[in-house]
């Protein structure tokens, strides 16, 4: 065993390390593919004051889920994501003291589960667009003591959980607004900026959000004066700050102002940009690559595959130009970017691959071709704009022809196959290991991002950055009401705005469900600081809205922010309990105010008693909450508690598996991983405005499923240590009484949720034998139905000619008929069932597994009962020769198909199908679709076997008398 504690000395390159933890202050200058490999438990590396320059593709695989990297003073300047291979762990990385200049969109592909990234003393100067697009999840950004002196816009585009951006101490002359585009819910800015009226645009801008932080007032030599004064830029006019100063543009060019006040930078020499702080090298470059589908054809090659330094994977399917009759295959590819794998050299004479080239490189003046400007054969010219134009030979690309250009051609990569998704977005066919990125489509801001793995399989999308406009345009009315410039009626009509956005809305995707709860958080803040706009109507409103919000229709949505760790619900939850609690100063006697949804179930009140009971069962008969046993109870000590208690509540009937499954046990932060499940809905209570502290609360929890042992009482704790949105905890609370239907829970304090969770469901062990069992008994009877209708169609020929030569009427063959049908319509259901019961992983495929059984033993069903009306006219009916098979057999296929037609008509499909089985629910109304025509069917079978035993009882008695008692 290695100590974990140990440096390594005189190292110059790891190769395989398991164990340890602190390896700073070495000279380590490589990290080798595979280096840190193999360990899950690992949760802080330490690679600090190194000399590190390189770190190579899947140098850590299958590291922890919460892994801390520090980098720090090394001489880095710039890491691929591809380090971390395909699995996606990055909590923080800190890379401080190290030698970047610029942040290219690049620098951090593939850090999609960051939250923190630390670049300070780096020498950055410049953030070029989309510097940080591929972090979209990142909380913290530190770029403080470096050199910036230019951002350019939507270097932190789609940055919507961004809270803290700190750039103080570098080089900014103009602070522009258009910089900081894409950041929608910074709470913490800390930056310097000059104190004149330049920045005035800024400052408004800064002015009209929500944010908080500190921006330092400097003087135009970079001296701090002191805080920030409104008035320096509240006295500036819109001449004043749109007026050329004398070091507004950069490195000698000039400055004017055009009609509309905009001040422009005529650059000189070698630089460009809006204030000429950029360099001129710029390159463009337009390669376009031509195979003869023939020749690919005869190749047996099924697909072309290409990919360049920085971009994803393009395929294409060679049997898409052949099947269009299309001679030529063209592969366009910009940007001048270099292709890995292999060289065209290689291949163009087999596979008759044609090369075209247009390259140009951006000059800031006009000038000629000098000589042997173009490499490698490549020809010059310039044009209008005095862009120098390399026309390039062969192989070669880039702005002077000086880039080996390299294509993959590959027969059978694993990839993801093209495929639509459940909000209709096509996703090309994809190369494994590879995130594909796409715009939102339809009324939605944003990206969408979906994962193809290794072997080739599509994992579930992910919206949670997809915002709808009408959305967006909310959030933003949200925080000018927080700003202050608003009136009384917008809380309002802020909530009725959003409740028929999300009503009306059957496509919510994750990002619209995490913004509006984070609209519904603000609105808590807001009014919890100005309760004089909170109006009676506003409750009935909230609580539609969070019925919206918690639909059925939404818990995929849900459970994606539980998978990109955003903590499902928890944010709407916390947004009610915040928004109930400031609700109570509208009440102003002993009188409660109940919201009754089909998601959700509020109260609000104040109470003289000592007791005090929710729900409210007067104000909640004939609802969901009504049919359930869970209650609350608060005993307050007599005596000693005077006055009103205000107290608020909320039922929550569907949300048990939208919380993240993390629990607090013995101090630290464990995960379910199986070992525990909520199991009952999820009841919130809180009191208010009472100096009394000695009380009890005693809640009783109705089970959700049975066949679950080992209960104990918790409740949702927000504040709980290294977690981002809180954990189960059990702290102040004891199980009083436990039962198979029930447990009853006493707590000593009235904290946000109060949740009975219970471990130990049928174990885990006993499933596969059940499993078995249930294969063995379906088989079995398929089985003997089989032997069944080959007795039946190797026997029936005979009995049917014997029949005839009797002349025996058909009706004798109605049993038969019905008989084989019914084996037919069961050996289906078991097929069906044994298949698709447990197909729960699309919920598609999985709805119509459900409606396929319903309606097979809809019809099972209805063959019995065919049955025994069959049975009922042989013996009450015995001289009526007509068949009636012609009739039943078909009524027996197509009524069923009617009932189930029509209850996934009405109910869209809601219902078919759970997280569990491909079956109906049981927690709505249509499991009565099918427990009612069984009902029916067994009571109408149970009434034909009396008349059938009364009949045959009958005719045995006349049977048995004499010949003179059957004359009287």
Request: glycine share 6%; hydrophobic share 40%; net charge negative.
């Amino acid at each position: 065993m290695i100590n974990p504690q140990m440096n390594i000395d005189h190292c110059s390159t790891i190769k395989k390390i398991f164990c340890f933890r602190h390896l700073q202050d070495n000279p380590i200058t490589t990290i080798q593919q595979g280096s840190f490999k193999d360990l899950p438990s690992l949760e802080k590396l330490h690679l600090e004051y190194n000399n590190i320059s390189v770190i190579e593709n899947n140098a850590f695989i299958d590291m922890s889920t919460r892994l801390i990297l520090y980098l720090d003073g090394n001489n880095i300047d710039g890491i691929d994501g591809g380090i971390f291979g395909e699995q996606k762990t990055l909590q923080e990385i800190s890379l401080q003291n190290n030698t970047f200049k610029t942040v290219r969109q690049e620098t951090f592909t593939g850090y999609y589960t960051v939250n923190k990234m630390s670049l300070q003393l780096c020498s950055i100067e410049m953030l070029e667009i989309g510097a940080f697009t591929q972090v979209q999840d990142i909380y913290t950004i530190y770029l403080d003591e470096n050199e910036i002196v230019h951002i350019e816009k939507n270097a932190f585009e789609n940055l919507v959980r961004l809270e803290l951006l700190d750039l103080k101490n570098n080089n900014f002359a103009v602070i522009e607004s258009s910089m900081f585009r894409g950041i929608h819910n910074c709470l913490e800015m800390y930056l310097e900026l000059v104190c004149d009226c330049t920045n005035v645009p800024f400052w408004s801008w800064w002015k009209s959000s929500s944010n908080y932080g500190n921006v330092t007032c400097l003087d135009r030599n970079n001296f701090r004066l002191s805080s920030l004064q409104t008035s320096v830029f509240d006295n500036c006019t819109c001449t004043c700050y749109k007026s050329c100063f004398h070091d507004f543009c950069s490195n000698g060019g000039s400055c004017s102002q055009n009609s509309y006040g905009d001040l422009i930078c005529s650059c000189v020499g070698n630089w460009t940009g809006g204030t000429c702080t950029a360099p001129c090298s710029h390159e463009e470059a337009d390669t376009r690559i031509k195979m003869h589908v023939s020749d690919a054809v005869k190749h047996r090659l099924n697909l072309v595959m290409t990919r360049t330094v920085d971009t994803d994977v393009a395929v294409i399917a060679v049997s898409l130009f052949r099947d269009i009759g299309a001679d030529e295959l063209w592969l366009a590819f910009g940007s001048g970017k270099s292709f890995r794998y292999i060289s065209i050299d290689d291949l163009s004479n087999a596979l008759g691959i044609e090369i075209l080239h247009v390259c140009w490189k951006r000059n800031c003046v006009e000038t000629s071709c000098p000589p042997d400007y173009c490499s490698n054969g490549g020809s010059c010219s310039t044009n209008s704009y005095g862009d120098l134009i390399c026309l390039c030979n062969g192989h070669w690309t880039g702005a002077t022809c000086t880039v080996t250009l390299y294509l993959l051609i590959a027969d059978s990569p694993n990839l993801c196959e093209e495929n639509m998704d459940n909000f209709h977005t096509n996703w090309s066919i994809t190369a494994e290991s590879t995130l594909a990125i796409l715009a939102c489509t339809g009324e939605y801001t944003g990206n969408a991002s979906r994962y193809c793995s290794s072997d080739g399989k599509w994992e579930e999308p992910n919206y949670s950055n997809c915002i709808s406009k009408s959305i967006q345009h909310i959030k933003e009315q949200t925080a000018e009401l927080s700003s202050g410039a608003s009136d009384y009626n917008n809380v309002t009509i802020i909530l009725k705005d959003l409740e028929n956005i999300t009503r009306n809305n059957n496509e919510l995707r994750s990002g619209d469900l995490f913004t509006s709860s984070s609209i519904l958080n603000d609105i808590a803040k807001y009014v919890t600081n100005h309760t004089d706009k909170l109006s009676v109507d506003q409750l009935e409103i909230f609580a539609s809205l969070c019925n919206n919000l918690l639909d059925e229709r939404n818990r995929q949505p849900w459970e994606e922010l539980i998978d990109e760790g955003s903590g499902g619900v928890t944010s709407l939850v916390n947004a009610v309990t915040g928004f109930n609690d400031a609700f109570n100063d509208v009440i102003d006697s002993n009188f409660s105010l109940v919201a009754v949804k089909e998601n959700v179930v509020m109260e609000v009140g104040k109470a003289s008693s000592d007791e005090i009971t929710v729900p409210d069962r007067l104000k909640t008969s004939d609802s969901w909450i009504s049919d359930s046993g869970t209650e609350i109870k608060l005993k307050l000590k007599q005596n000693i508690c005077g006055g009103l208690t205000r107290y608020s509540s909320t039922f929550y009937r569907n949300v048990s598996r939208l919380f993240p499954e993390y629990l607090i046990l013995n101090g630290k932060i464990e995960s379910f991983n199986g070992s525990y499940d909520v199991n009952s809905i999820i009841a919130d209570f809180t009191i208010h405005g009472t100096s009394c502290s000695d009380y009890s609360l005693i809640i009783k929890f109705d089970h959700l499923l049975g066949k679950y042992t080992r209960p104990f009482c918790g409740h949702w704790d927000f504040n709980a240590t290294n977690t981002r949105n809180g954990a189960w905890s059990s702290f102040g609370s004891r199980v009083v009484d436990a039962a198979d239907s029930y447990t009853i829970c006493e707590y000593n304090h009235t904290t946000n949720f109060a949740i009975l969770m219970s471990p130990g469901k049928t174990p885990l062990p006993h499933h596969f034998p059940l499993n078995i069992i249930s294969a063995i008994g379906c088989g079995v009877s398929i089985l003997f139905l089989v032997i069944t209708i080959i007795i039946h169609v190797v026997f029936w020929r005979d009995v049917s000619r014997d029949m005839s030569r009797n002349m025996i009427s058909d009706i004798s063959s109605d049993g038969p008929k019905t008989l084989m049908n019914l084996c037919v319509a069961l050996i289906l259901s078991y097929v069906i069932f044994l298949a698709g019961i447990t197909q729960t992983e699309n919920e598609i495929v999985c709805s119509v597994i459900a409606v396929a059984l319903h309606y097979m033993f809809l019809t099972d069903f209805a063959l019995m009962l065919a049955e025994g009306i069959i049975y009922v006219k042989m013996v009450v009916f015995m001289f009526n020769q007509n068949s009636i098979v012609h009739l039943l057999i078909p009524a027996c296929w197509i009524v069923p198909a009617g009932i189930v037609g029509i209850s996934a008509g009405v109910t869209k499909l809601k219902g078919y199908g759970n997280q569990q089985f491909c079956w109906l629910t049981p927690e709505t109304n249509l499991i009565w679709a099918f427990i009612g025509p069984a009902l029916l069917v067994i009571l109408i079978n149970v009434i034909v076997i009396i008349i059938v035993l009364y009949k045959t009882m009958t005719v045995q008695a006349v049977a048995a008398k004499t010949p003179k008692e059957k004359s009287k």
